[in-house]
């Protein structure tokens, strides 16, 4: 017998016109405290945000057997999409009004298998360095004891929003 997942997610253009309007930081807790919806990728995963603070965002998972791949671990892609989201939230949480960020790479190294008996795990993301242009993010994925799962680096590039 197959098992089902069923979700639902807002309207992404909400928070999509949002960004830029104020700073990256007020922006990320607009949506920490649910007053912009979260991006539909949270809703598909099931991750949560958990917030951020000026260069550093955190975000968590409870692994679950609809994350596995065929041999009987949490995919890598999710991996990276904590890492992707913890890292350039980092960025985000930098920008002054006006500005976005979009990534131009993600690297991440594999260290320890996630599975359901893992429990909740942790991604934490903080910015490295910061220019007028580009800035480089990283984050690490680590479980309850702080064990290290996982590693990734970022670019970012940084660009104006158009005024609205």
Not at 40 to 68: C, M, Q
Request: charged share 15%.
């Amino acid at each position: 017998m197959g098992r089902s997942r069923t979700y639902e997610w807002a309207d992404p253009a909400i928070s999509a016109a949002a960004v830029g309007q104020r700073t990256g930081l007020e922006f990320l807790r607009e949506i920490a405290s649910g007053r912009l919806p979260g991006p539909p990728i949270g809703a598909t995963v099931d991750f949560a945000f958990e917030g951020a603070e000026h260069g550093r965002a955190v975000f968590s998972l409870v692994p679950g057997e609809e994350h596995y791949n065929p041999i009987g671990s949490v995919h890598g892609g999710i991996y990276a999409i904590l890492l992707d989201s913890a890292a350039g939230c980092a960025v985000q949480s930098t920008l002054p009004q006006g500005m976005a960020y979009t990534s131009l790479d993600l690297t991440v190294k594999f260290l320890r298998p996630i599975t359901v008996d893992t429990g909740t795990v942790r991604a934490v993301g903080t910015v490295v360095s910061s220019g007028r242009r580009t800035a480089l993010a990283q984050a690490q994925l680590v479980d309850a004891s702080d064990r290290l799962l996982a590693h990734a680096t970022s670019s970012c590039m940084l660009f104006p929003v158009p005024a609205a």
